[in-house]
């Protein structure tokens, strides 16, 4: 079924799902200056994984845009997550929302074409992967 009798019928360019699978290399944590924006809630879960008091965490790893806080970058080179450590997250199981629900972020479900153009920089997406489902991929779109 091509992409435009998809839409026709309503359906999502991706609704048999999505080959995915996260390799753990550690790319989608560096590259290129941005953002990884934090929650209180979050802040508060990664402060007590750290134990640390959530003024020394806002202190040493947060920086404020605005009226948000987004977790500071190394300023190296590939603008490596400060959590980034030998290309594994020191705080995976509490990572935040935005890093756990990568690739599936609105920017690159918009269409096809981003999935593809994402491909490049994301090595977890490859035909060979197993299969996301559509329901999968739309809570983390909800989250």
Known sequence: ??????????KSWYEDGLNFKCTGCGKCCC?????????????????????????EFHMKYLVQVGNRFS??????????C???????CSIYEERPKQCRTYPFWPSIMKSEKNWEEESSACEGIRPYHPKVSIEEIKSKLKS
């Not at 590259?31 to 003024?55: F, H, N, Q």
């Not at 977790?71 to 490596?80: G, Q």
């Open 82 to 88: 400060v959590f980034l450590r030998d290309n594994k």
């Open 71 to 80: 977790i500071k970058d190394l300023k190296n080179n590939n603008h490596s």
């Open 31 to 55: 590259g290129a200056p941005g953002y990884i924006w934090v929650t209180d809630e979050e802040i508060e879960k990664i402060s007590e994984k750290l134990k640390l008091t959530r003024k």
């Open 1 to 10: 079924m091509n992409q435009k009798l998809k839409v026709i019928q309503g």
